[in-house]
């Protein structure tokens, strides 16, 4: 497979990266800004750096030629969404995998909710919700991943799944987590289509997440 990552130079776009090289025989594209410069250690023949900014379609629709599957590593607005819907429809792209946040169907509940809700907002009025709108509507073959807090622990990969329509309780994740989930959806191990999914930590319903 040719795998797209955009936004990759960000924390979980390069642990995905690190672990499709390692898990995988897929070819890379890594799209955002200056990654040729700041990535340059997964420089190898299975990877090609584009630099550029998400609102650039023309570019990211280039670098579409012969992409299997997107990850967009970064919660967009609809601006950016709304794009990125048309480039793939325009190439024939269909799988994408988004990252997005918990509370946009005003799932989130339990001892959590409070928390979140004071440092989050109204997640089910903002643009976000907006954007994951636009993606629900799509043809497109989709994950929305509704992130909950995250945080770094090397070799935790633990992750609980909720679907639409169940309650979210989960305060924290790990970026390592949400990375090999990432990964197993790319390579075909995550059998879910058109879907929005919760990403938490299991038993870690908190009134707040452990490291704050």
């Known amino acids: 497979m040719k795998v797209m990552i955009l936004g990759a130079a960000g924390q979980i776009g390069q642990m995905v990266t690190q672990q499709l090289l390692a898990q995988t025989d897929d070819q890379l594209v890594l799209y955002g800004h200056n990654v040729s410069q700041r990535l340059t250690a997964f420089d190898s023949t299975r990877v090609t750096f584009v630099d550029g900014d998400f609102l650039e379609f023309d570019k ?4 579409l030629n012969g992409v299997d599957a997107v ?10 969404i709304a794009g990125l819907i048309k480039v793939l429809d325009a190439t024939g792209v269909k799988r994408l995998i988004v990252a ?12 959590f909710q409070q928390w979140y809700r004071e440092h989050t907002g109204i997640v089910w009025q903002s643009d976000r919700k907006q954007a994951a709108d636009l993606i629900e ?52 191990k995550g059998d879910y289509h058109r879907e929005s999914l919760g990403l938490g930590e299991p038993q870690t319903e908190f009134s707040k997440p452990s490291f704050y």
């Open 60 to 63: 990211v629709q280039t670098a």
């Open 71 to 80: 990850y967009l590593s970064f919660v967009a607005g609809p601006d950016i």
């Open 100 to 111: 997005s946040i918990p509370d946009l169907y005003q799932e989130v509940s339990g001892p």
């Open 137 to 188: 509507a799509s043809d497109l073959d989709y994950v929305l991943l509704r992130i909950t807090w995250l945080y770094n622990q090397t070799g935790n990969t633990a992750v609980a799944v909720t679907k639409k329509g169940e309650p979210f309780t989960s305060a924290q994740v790990t970026r390592q987590a949400v990375a090999q989930f990432v990964v197993n959806l790319l390579a075909g």
